[in-house]
C-alpha cells in the first residue's frame, strides 16, 4: 500500500473559499451602512416626534419575517443574535435613547438589558427599581429594564407596587434563563472559604453549595457584581456565585458552571416606557384593577373575562398602600385591549371595578440566553 496521501482533486480550494467570504463580507458592509443611511433618514424624519425609537411589535415582526425566509444552514438562533445588533445599531442611529437598569453593571438585568436590547443601547444603571420607575417617568430615561417574576420565587412585589405610583407603561417583555457559576481568585474551590453573593443566587444555588462547599461561609451582598469586585479584591478565599461573564470582567476563574438547583430557571423581565406603545400586533395586555368591596365582585369581573373568551395568564393581588385590608390585582390576558374591537368590554370592564388600569399591551417576549449557558 502506498504511503503517498491521494490526489482529491474534490476538496475545496481553502484560499478560494476565504476569497468568496471576503467578497460576501464587503456585500454585506455595503449594505448594512445602506441600512445605516435609511435608519438616518428615519431619525429625521422622527426628528419633532416624542415618540419612542424602540418599537417592540415592529422588530418582532422583522425578526418572525426573517426567519421564515431563512433557508439555513445559518440557525434561527444566530438569525436572531444577528438582527438584534443590526435593530440596536439602528435604534442608536435614529435617536439615541437611554435604558436604566438595577445596577451596578454586571448583574442579570444588565445582561438582559444588553441581550435584549443590543450593545448600542446606551445603558444606565440605578441602585433599586424606585429610582428606575422615576427616572423613566420624569423622562431622565426612555425606558427602564425591570424584573417582574422568577419562574423559581415568584413576582417581584416591589415592582408592581411601583406601577401603581409611576405612570409608566409597559412596551416589550423578555424571559431570561439564568445560571449561575461559582467564581474566584482560587485555582481550586477547595481553596475558598467565604462565599459572597446577592441573597436569590445564594437561595437558587443552596443545595449545591450545601453538597459541594460545606462550611463554607456565605455572605449576602447589595448584587452579584458587587460581590465579584469583593472576590477580585480579597483573593484566593473569596468566591462568589453569579453570571458567567463576571469572571472575565473582574479577572475571576470559573471554579465551577451551572450550579443552580433547578436548571429550569426563568426571570421575565417588562421594558417600561413614560406612553403607551402605539402600532403593530400585539400579543398580550396587563393591567391593574380593584374591586368594590361586596360578595362576588371578583367573579363578575372574572367571568367578564371568560365571556369574551379572553385567556388570563396571571393573577396575583398585593396589598393597595395606605389602605388597610384592600388588595389591587395584577393580571396578563391574551389579547390587544388596545384593538377598537375590546372598547364595549373596556366599558363594562370599568364598570365592574372599582378602579382599572391598563399597564400596556405588547408582543410576546423571546426567551433569550442571558445566564450565559453554553
Known sequence: MSDTPANNDSAPDLAAL????????????????????????????????????????????????????????????????????????????????????????????????????????????????????????????????????????????????LFMLFPVYIQAELFCRITHCLMGKADFPADVKEIHSHPQPLDQCGGWLKNNMPGRTLVPTSSTAAAAEIAAERGKEVATVGHIRLADRYGLNILAAHIED????????????????????????????TVPDKPGALAEVLNTFAGRAINITKLESRPLRGEKWKYVFFTDLECDLSRMEYDSFLADLREKCHTLRILGSYPTGPHLDAGGRQ
Open 18 to 161: 476565504r476569497q468568496e467570504i471576503d467578497r460576501l463580507d464587503d456585500g454585506i458592509v455595503e449594505l448594512l451602512n445602506r441600512r445605516a443611511g435609511i435608519s438616518l433618514g428615519v431619525g429625521r424624519a422622527k426628528k419633532d416626534s416624542p415618540d419612542s425609537v424602540f418599537k417592540p411589535f415592529r422588530e418582532k415582526e422583522v425578526m418572525d419575517r426573517l426567519a421564515k425566509r431563512n433557508p439555513g444552514p445559518l440557525p434561527e438562533s444566530h438569525l436572531h443574535a444577528i438582527y438584534r445588533e443590526i435593530m440596536s445599531s439602528s435604534r442608536r442611529l435614529q435617536r439615541p435613547e437611554r435604558v436604566v437598569y438595577l445596577g451596578p453593571e454586571g448583574t442579570f438585568s444588565y445582561f438582559a438589558g444588553l441581550e435584549y436590547m443590543g450593545r448600542s443601547a446606551e445603558l444606565t444603571p440605578k441602585a433599586n427599581f424606585e429610582e428606575i420607575f422615576r427616572a423613566v417617568a420624569d423622562g431622565e430615561a426612555e425606558l427602564g429594564v425591570i424584573p417582574l417574576e422568577n419562574s423559581l420565587q415568584g413576582t417581584v412585589g416591589q415592582v408592581v407596587d
Open 262 to 289: 433547578m436548571p429550569d430557571n426563568w426571570t421575565r423581565f417588562l421594558v417600561i416606557g413614560p406612553r403607551v406603545s402605539e402600532g403593530g400586533n400585539r400579543d398580550k395586555t396587563s393591567l391593574l384593577f
